[in-house]
């Protein structure tokens, strides 16, 4: 009996830039169902990363199967491995693969969608303060 292939995969490699502090973590989510973008809770098929934060912040998944994904990434500042907000406005930092403009409320899966296929991908991520 013959068995499927397996579905390829790449690497994805995360830089962060724009950081206001090396304090705390940086949290990492990667989905590709829009249902549970930004945070990723209830993806069972997330990819979630929590790196140091350092003046020079890098993050890597490996093993990615190949198609469309949005990432988003919060500055974790304290710690307490959640967004911290204040009347609704974060007060730690938050960034978004393709670095789209931020008005009010996260942006749309399809404004940060990229795709991964075939050789290893590059995504920086540069991290915006409200508060």
Known sequence: ???AAPS???????DVAGLRS??????ICLTRDP???PDCSGD????TLTIAATNVAAAHFTDVAHGDYALSLIHDENGNGKLDTRLGIPREGIGF?????LMF???SFASVRFTIGGAAL???VTVKYFL
Do not use: C, Q, W
């Open 35 to 37: 249902r549970y973008f």
């Open 97 to 101: 693969s393709r670095n789209p403009r």
């Open 8 to 14: 390829p995969a790449t690497r994805l490699d995360v």
């Open 122 to 124: 590059h995504e920086p």
């Open 105 to 107: 409320g996260p942006p």
């Open 44 to 47: 069972p098929a997330a990819r």
């Open 22 to 27: 090396a304090k705390g973590n940086i949290l």
């Open 1 to 3: 009996m013959a068995t």
